[in-house]
């Protein structure tokens, strides 16, 4: 889907693995126009159509639109700050001359922030309404789970609402051997909807981890929560289909978001102390979109056309189903490949769901969330959008 206006959403960073985790997770983005601000890029950006990198010292907001908002989404170690401005001078007026990270950090952080005794109020305040709501849940969960460690993730929206992002059973040690993502039932019991019992903290776009940990003596869980801390296990949700950093940017978008799993995890492979993630499903067809997935404005997808062709020369059936409204082996020639290359083109109405024509032992890859959610409910697959491509290996 074509948008009138790419707002700005400046990624600013100190080269950690954190911060390079942030910016590959919206190199395939659609939604902003992302620019990389720091020393030097996370990764080739050449083809990354709606990512550029500029050198921090030589950073100006002059190169920024003038009265459009302006997002930031900053990291220093593993902390995380995001904020919206409205023009390009609210900006400048925050960051003003400042080019080290730690200090464009701090001034983000303390802009319209809450206070330490805020941050301990807010915390405090959706712990007790968070845990007195799923504690029975939470009790069973934590005691039959081996081991006795679960990480919950949330994030307190742009209206100031608590949304549940996910949650992980882990083991607790300095260097952590096992992750595992809640099962999908878990995962949808934990669900939350403080803002309909009438609790808001008042304090918007922050995340909050909570780690709960069984404590056999009092029968409970001692809980150990914090304030926009990045998490290494991020990257498992967005294995499954939960994109943490581009919900970070609906947030700065103002749009609702509600996470659910988009693979099974039983079928994702997780490596805690690589902080990566790898497949480990077996299909025999893949399907592909075409608009935003193996081309945009013209330009070759190449990660996506990469897979296309790989998976092509293994003998899989790959098969390309999209709404295009144009002649599409014309499209496709643009990018350098023939009609050929697929086991079957299927070409979709308006009125149509791309779901009743996907059958069998199958992959989807498609850019657009509600395709991918239609085909998830109806057809039982595995979908992926493209900054899942990554995790993917095909024998």
């Known amino acids: 889907m074509m948008r009138n ?32 601000v720091s020393i030097e890029e996370s990764f080739e950006l050449s083809n990354h159509i709606h990512m550029n990198w500029m050198d921090i010292n030589s950073f100006e907001t002059s190169h920024l639109p003038e009265d459009e908002a302006i997002f930031c989404i900053c990291t220093l170690d593993n902390n995380i700050t995001l904020k ?21 950090f701090k001034s983000l952080e303390s802009y319209s922030a809450p206070t330490k005794a805020q941050s301990t109020q807010l915390l ?13 849940v939470l009790l069973n969960l934590v005691k039959n789970s081996t081991p006795k460690y679960i990480a919950l993730d949330f994030l307190v929206d742009y209206i100031g609402d608590v949304n549940f992002i996910g949650g992980t059973l882990q083991n607790k040690s300095d260097q952590i051997s096992d992750v595992q993502l809640l099962s999908e039932e878990n995962h949808n019991l934990l669900h939350v909807s403080l803002a309909e019992q009438g609790m808001s903290p ?28 990045w998490q290494r296990h991020w990257v498992l949700y967005r294995a499954a289909g939960i994109n943490i950093a581009l919900i970070l940017v609906q947030n700065l978008l ?8 988009f693979v099974n995890p039983n079928d994702i492979q997780y490596n805690a102390v690589l902080a990566s993630a790898q497949y480990i499903h077996s299909v025999d067809t893949v399907y592909f979109d075409l608009d935003e997935t193996l081309i945009w404005k013209g330009q070759a997808i190449n990660d996506c056309r990469a897979l296309l062709l790989d998976l092509k020369s293994r003998e899989y059936n790959v098969k390309l189903i999209t ?17 050929t290359v697929f086991t079957e083109i299927i070409k979709v109405t308006l009125e149509q769901k791309k779901s009743s024509f996907i059958s069998g ?24 959008d493209l900054d899942q491509l990554e995790f993917c290996k095909f024998n």
Do not use: M, W
Not at 5 to 34: A, M, P, R, V, W
Not at 124 to 136: G, L, N, P, R, T
Not at 219 to 227: C, M
């Open 361 to 384: 032992n199958a992959l989807f890859i498609d850019n657009e969330f509600p395709e991918r959610l239609d085909v998830r409910n109806n057809c039982e697959i595995p979908v992926l």
């Open 254 to 261: 103002a749009r609702k978001v509600k996470t659910r799993y």
């Open 323 to 339: 709404r295009h409204t144009f002649p599409i082996p014309d499209t496709l020639k643009k990018i350098d490949l023939d009609e």
């Open 202 to 229: 008042g304090v918007k776009n922050n995340t909050i981890s909570l780690v709960l940990e069984y404590n056999q003596v009092k029968d409970s869980f001692d809980i150990s929560p914090s304030l926009n801390i």
């Open 5 to 36: 206006i790419y707002h700005y959403c400046l990624l600013i960073g100190d080269q950690t693995s954190l911060y390079n985790e942030l910016c590959k997770s919206l190199s395939f983005s659609t939604h902003c126009n992302y620019l990389q």
């Open 124 to 136: 405090s305040s959706f712990c007790d309404a968070y845990i007195k709501d799923k504690k029975e």
């Open 84 to 104: 919206r401005f409205e023009s390009r001078e609210e900006l400048e007026n925050v960051i003003g001359s400042q080019r080290d990270v730690k200090t464009i």
